[in-house]
């Protein structure tokens, strides 16, 4: 049984564990990021406080230009009488925002977005396994 136990350990320390390794950090990551986001998962229909309708118009603007429409928005009329969509720098039309804003709506998909981006941070300072 010690022999066992022994082989183990080597096994995680070695390279052929690496993968293992990788997965269960990121496993640690994913639970810390849903415990830290439990407020955004458990009020799911709330926007929240502050800037959170500013910046779901802006997402809004796009998806309802590029799925109702048909038409890639390079302007949006409805932010101080017309303005270059492009021209913003908070304009919200990234790979990131698109994506989940796409698939779960406006204010799940921010929520999802917020969530993916604590993740995304836990996993860039991780140490190499």
Do not use: C
């Amino acid at each position: 049984m010690f022999k066992m136990l022994y082989s183990v350990k080597d096994w995680l320390v070695s390279e052929k564990g690496r993968p293992v390794r990788f997965a269960g950090l990121m496993a640690f990551f994913a639970a810390a990021t849903l415990s830290y986001g439990r407020m955004l998962i458990r009020f799911r229909d709330h926007l929240g406080n502050n800037d959170w309708d500013f910046f779901s118009f802006l997402h809004q603007y796009w998806h309802i230009a590029i799925f109702s429409f048909q038409q890639f928005p390079f302007w949006n009329p409805y932010v101080a009488g017309g303005m270059p969509f492009f021209g913003r720098p908070d304009s919200g039309f990234s790979p990131f925002p698109v994506l989940f804003v796409s698939l779960f709506g406006v204010v799940a998909g921010f929520k999802f977005m917020v969530l993916f981006y604590i993740f995304l941070s836990m996993a860039e300072m991780a140490p190499v396994v």
